[in-house]
């Protein structure tokens, strides 16, 4: 609580509050104003102060102690920046326990930004801020990481120790497993428990922000929505920009082959799911990004925007093991303190400075008093007095509609998982289900699924091992239809907007020119539409692991997958949409004797989009792998296979005109053409849509793809020094297509 005195000194008692929340606290309780950069104060999130009977000046010291702000009072104003610092050059190399310099070393000062990369001859230079008690981190690929405390100096040399345990790290690369060491290409492996979120329910989500060089980007606000992911970069622009899913060596397939494409649904791909939304996260054990072209080329153009290739938990030989996690998380709402968005009387004088300084505006606003631009227009063209104009505007001013307490909520999240395992050495088992459901802060949008496992690894003998591997999912979405975006509507609409008004925006329909606008309210757009989601998966896999040798190993892998979704979206009648696109008039505005009626494309009923896609694919593997090291000086891992894969889609989809969901879901057959005359324009020229709307959108797609892959690597190391990499892949394709 504050409170203000007489002598100007106040007292004040804030906990675990954000440094902007707690400007705005001080300034509705004093006549001071505080001005500063959002971005600047935008991370500063833990203020706590408490402060008896005393000055402003004495508890902003407090508040911005340990920050890199300061501020400074001119009257009433107080302004808050960033604090200057001097910057100080320093510099030194990077070298091994033999002297050998690190080129590509990392040096970073801990908590901040600031960080240089070791040139050819290991040497590094970069600026610092001039404060002791800094800690730089050296870093190098292999090497153990050190810190050291900066105490003024400005010529800092380091030498990194070998990480043994980093070095002989086995990687996942391709269709072998092979010690870091002996690789050249460009790979990141992650642990899955490294990067574990309770707020996502899949792992391309949790990759965002970990791996260097990796793109993640959120392609909606919508729960239940896969992110884009770029590997190495844009290596196209027209085809696919998806990189190459690998589970358990084992190449995914797209979930979704058909190209559907509506008005309606917005990126339908996205939202089922991607490769591996399938995959509960808290079965992953490890995964492996490989970048560049080396790292990628025992599968071909496939891994042309890279590979992921993740390996799932394998069985252990412990007694019974019964192991339960859930979480719970909930978000905030959005506000308009975290946009900085002007309220209503802000928006009206904006409106207002823009005319009388002549800005001229791209087209004449509408007429209507649920705008500024058009309730002037109003005033202007004599349609209603000046007390009926100012008085509107005062309605204006004072709506300050809260778009996002409509049309947003508080997201909530909750996820559980339970795991059954154990064994011998003869055998061992595993087996876990997870649920997640997930409520989005728009509201109106949510997801569910359900997620299946059970593992079993059985060892007949000593040198074989037989792996078998049961994978299920069930899912839905709900979410909106491709026009209705509540967050983009919440954050971009004018606050003076009465909520319950149907206000008027402009349209044009083409068989009708005399239309120049038509009734919309947003939540009336969203009641009235909507999409949904559902998709199954399945599959099984076999793995059989023989060492003939020590340094000899077969391995026969076999699998197969089945990938069913449903999809959906919808328009009804009394969408802005609908009249639009197919009517040219307001729902219910006009008579079945009007011309408008009769120049309608859909009189009656909306528009649905349908979508029923199927997936099935398999996968056979032989590979023979050679690895043995001679003299402790060299060593050879090469390895030999062939590969069969086979993956079919189908799919149809079909969008049907004059459905009614109000009135049981019923059909209304659109205008016939012979009944369809325009307004304006031929009928000629709307036979096309016609006939399209009257004999329906219906598309069907099968298409198979085979490939037969022979596939040879080699890496061979000298001295742990020198280490050479080749691939050779030979590979034959068929597809086939049914379109219709």
Same mark, same amino acid.
């Given at each position: 609580?504050?409170?203000?005195?007489?002598?100007?000194?106040?007292?004040?008692?804030?906990?675990?509050?954000?440094?902007?929340?707690?400007?705005?606290?001080?300034?509705?309780?004093?006549?001071?104003?505080?001005?500063?950069?959002?971005?600047?104060?935008?991370?500063?999130?833990?203020?706590?102060?408490?402060?008896?009977?005393?000055? *402003?000046?004495?508890?902003?010291?407090?508040? /911005?102690?340990?920050?890199?702000?300061?501020?400074?009072?001119?009257?009433?104003?107080?302004?808050?920046?960033?604090?200057?610092?001097?910057?100080?050059?320093?510099?030194?190399?990077?070298?091994?326990?033999?002297?050998?310099?690190?080129?590509?070393?990392?040096?970073? $000062?801990?908590?901040?930004?600031?960080?240089?990369?070791?040139?050819?001859?290991?040497?590094?230079?970069?600026?610092?801020?001039?404060?002791?008690? #800094? *800690?730089?981190?050296?870093?190098?690929?292999?090497?153990?990481?050190?810190?050291?405390?900066?105490?003024?100096?400005?010529?800092?040399?380091?030498?990194?120790?070998?990480?043994?345990?980093?070095?002989?790290?086995?990687?996942?690369?391709?269709?072998?497993?092979?010690?870091?060491?002996?690789?050249?290409?460009?790979?990141?492996? $992650?642990?899955?428990?490294?990067?574990?979120?309770?707020?996502?329910?899949?792992?391309?989500?949790?990759? =965002?922000?970990?791996?260097?060089?990796?793109?993640?980007?959120?392609?909606?606000?919508?729960?239940?929505?896969?992110?884009?992911? =770029?590997?190495?970069?844009?290596?196209?622009?027209?085809?696919?920009?998806?990189?190459?899913?690998?589970?358990?060596?084992?190449?995914?397939?797209?979930? /979704?082959?058909?190209?559907?494409?509506? #008005?309606?649904?917005?990126?339908?791909?996205?939202?089922?799911?991607?490769?591996?939304?399938?995959?509960?996260?808290?079965?992953?054990? +490890?995964? +492996?990004?490989?970048?560049?072209?080396?790292?990628?080329?025992?599968?071909?153009?496939?891994? +042309?925007?890279?590979?992921?290739?993740?390996?799932?938990?394998?069985?252990?030989?412990?007694?019974?093991?019964? %192991?339960?996690?859930?979480?719970?998380?909930?978000?905030?709402?959005?506000?308009?303190?975290?946009?900085?968005?002007?309220?209503?009387?802000?928006?009206?004088?904006?409106?207002?400075?823009?005319?009388?300084?002549?800005?001229?505006?791209?087209?004449?606003?509408?007429?209507?008093?649920?705008?500024?631009?058009?309730?002037?227009?109003?005033?202007?063209?004599?349609?209603?007095?000046?007390?009926?104009?100012?008085?509107?505007?005062?309605? #204006?001013?004072?709506?300050?509609?809260?778009?996002?307490?409509?049309?947003?909520?508080?997201?909530?999240?909750?996820?559980?998982?339970?795991? $059954?395992?154990?064994?011998?050495?003869?055998?061992?088992?595993?087996?876990?289900?997870?649920?997640?459901?997930?409520?989005?802060?728009?509201?109106?949008?949510?997801?569910?699924?359900?997620?299946?496992?059970?593992?079993?690894?059985?060892?007949?003998?000593?040198?074989?091992?037989?792996?078998?591997?049961?994978?299920?999912? *069930?899912?839905?979405?709900?979410?909106?239809?491709?026009?209705?975006?509540?967050?983009?509507?919440?954050?971009?609409?004018?606050?003076?907007?009465?909520?319950?008004?149907?206000?008027?925006?402009?349209?044009?329909?083409?068989?009708?020119?005399?239309?120049?606008?038509?009734?919309?309210?947003?939540?009336?757009?969203?009641?009235?539409?909507?999409?949904?989601?559902?998709?199954?998966?399945?599959?099984?896999?076999?793995?059989?692991?023989?060492?003939?040798?020590?340094?000899?190993?077969?391995?026969?892998?076999?699998?197969?997958?089945?990938?069913?979704?449903?999809?959906?979206?919808?328009?009804?009648?009394?969408?802005?949409?609908?009249?639009?696109?197919?009517?040219?008039?307001?729902?219910?505005?006009?008579?079945?004797?009007?011309?408008?009626?009769?120049?309608?494309?859909?009189?009656?009923?909306?528009?649905?989009?349908?979508?029923?896609?199927?997936?099935?694919?398999?996968?056979?593997?032989?590979?023979?792998?050679?690895?043995?090291?001679?003299?402790?000086?060299?060593?050879?891992?090469?390895?030999?296979?062939?590969?069969?894969?086979?993956?079919?889609?189908?799919?149809?989809?079909?969008?049907?005109?004059?459905?009614?969901?109000?009135?049981?879901?019923?059909?209304?057959?659109?205008?016939?053409?012979?009944?369809?005359?325009?307004?304006?324009?031929?009928?000629?020229?709307?036979?096309?849509?016609?006939?399209? *709307?009257?004999?329906?959108?219906?598309?069907?797609? %099968?298409?198979?793809?085979?490939?037969?892959?022979?596939?040879?690597?080699?890496?061979?190391?000298?001295?742990?020094?020198?280490?050479?990499?080749?691939? /050779?892949?030979?590979?034959?394709?068929?597809?086939?297509?049914? $379109?219709?």
């Amino acid at each position: 609580m504050i409170q203000a005195q007489d002598n100007q000194r106040i007292s004040v008692d804030l906990r675990g509050e954000s440094l902007e929340s707690t400007l705005w606290y001080l300034q509705n309780r004093t006549k001071f104003i505080f001005m500063y950069a959002t971005e600047d104060i935008a991370n500063i999130t833990d203020i706590s102060v408490r402060a008896k009977n005393k000055t *402003i000046t004495e508890i902003l010291d407090e508040c /911005l102690e340990g920050t890199n702000l300061t501020y400074e009072v001119s009257g009433t104003a107080i302004v808050i920046k960033k604090r200057k610092t001097n910057k100080i050059t320093i510099s030194g190399w990077i070298r091994d326990a033999s002297g050998e310099a690190l080129p590509g070393a990392t040096v970073t $000062v801990r908590g901040s930004k600031h960080g240089a990369i070791a040139g050819l001859d290991g040497h590094y230079t970069f600026n610092i801020p001039a404060q002791e008690g #800094l *800690i730089l981190t050296y870093s190098f690929i292999g090497m153990e990481k050190k810190t050291v405390r900066y105490t003024g100096k400005k010529t800092i040399n380091v030498t990194l120790n070998s990480s043994s345990t980093e070095i002989d790290e086995v990687v996942v690369t391709g269709y072998q497993n092979i010690q870091r060491r002996d690789l050249v290409g460009s790979i990141t492996t $992650v642990k899955a428990k490294d990067i574990l979120m309770p707020s996502y329910t899949t792992i391309d989500q949790m990759l =965002q922000g970990r791996v260097a060089g990796m793109i993640v980007t959120n392609t909606s606000s919508r729960v239940g929505t896969a992110p884009k992911i =770029q590997i190495r970069g844009t290596s196209t622009l027209l085809g696919n920009q998806d990189p190459l899913w690998v589970v358990d060596g084992i190449i995914q397939e797209d979930p /979704l082959e058909l190209n559907a494409s509506s #008005l309606m649904t917005e990126d339908l791909k996205n939202i089922i799911g991607n490769q591996i939304s399938w995959l509960n996260p808290a079965d992953i054990e +490890s995964i +492996s990004i490989l970048k560049d072209a080396s790292a990628t080329a025992i599968y071909g153009s496939k891994a +042309s925007n890279g590979v992921i290739e993740i390996t799932t938990k394998k069985n252990t030989t412990d007694r019974l093991s019964v %192991n339960y996690t859930s979480n719970f998380v909930m978000g905030t709402r959005p506000n308009y303190r975290q946009f900085n968005y002007m309220n209503s009387k802000e928006r009206v004088l904006f409106s207002q400075e823009a005319f009388n300084w002549g800005t001229p505006y791209g087209t004449e606003p509408i007429k209507q008093i649920y705008t500024y631009e058009g309730l002037l227009n109003m005033y202007l063209s004599h349609d209603i007095s000046s007390e009926e104009f100012l008085a509107q505007r005062n309605v #204006l001013e004072t709506q300050n509609t809260d778009w996002f307490k409509l049309l947003t909520r508080r997201s909530f999240s909750h996820n559980h998982n339970i795991s $059954v395992s154990g064994g011998t050495n003869k055998y061992s088992y595993a087996a876990s289900m997870g649920y997640s459901n997930s409520e989005g802060q728009e509201i109106g949008n949510d997801s569910e699924r359900m997620t299946g496992r059970v593992a079993i690894t059985i060892r007949p003998v000593q040198k074989l091992t037989i792996n078998a591997t049961i994978n299920g999912s *069930i899912s839905t979405n709900n979410g909106f239809a491709g026009g209705v975006n509540p967050m983009g509507y919440a954050t971009t609409t004018n606050r003076s907007i009465d909520p319950d008004a149907y206000y008027q925006m402009k349209a044009s329909y083409p068989y009708n020119s005399g239309v120049k606008s038509l009734s919309y309210n947003f939540v009336n757009e969203r009641n009235n539409s909507g999409s949904k989601s559902k998709s199954s998966f399945m599959s099984a896999s076999l793995d059989l692991k023989w060492n003939i040798l020590d340094w000899l190993t077969y391995q026969f892998t076999g699998g197969y997958s089945n990938n069913n979704s449903t999809n959906e979206a919808w328009e009804t009648e009394q969408t802005f949409y609908i009249a639009e696109t197919y009517r040219g008039y307001d729902f219910n505005s006009v008579s079945p004797n009007s011309k408008e009626f009769g120049a309608a494309l859909l009189p009656f009923g909306g528009e649905l989009f349908t979508n029923n896609a199927q997936q099935y694919s398999y996968n056979i593997q032989n590979k023979l792998q050679f690895s043995k090291a001679f003299n402790n000086e060299n060593r050879i891992n090469a390895l030999v296979g062939m590969e069969l894969r086979s993956s079919t889609n189908k799919g149809v989809s079909n969008t049907v005109w004059g459905y009614a969901p109000d009135r049981g879901e019923v059909i209304t057959l659109p205008t016939t053409p012979q009944a369809f005359t325009p307004i304006t324009g031929s009928k000629d020229e709307g036979w096309g849509l016609l006939k399209k *709307i009257y004999d329906g959108g219906w598309r069907k797609v %099968n298409t198979t793809d085979n490939y037969l892959s022979i596939f040879a690597t080699l890496a061979y190391s000298l001295k742990n020094r020198y280490v050479v990499n080749a691939k /050779l892949l030979q590979k034959s394709e068929m597809r086939k297509d049914i $379109v219709i």
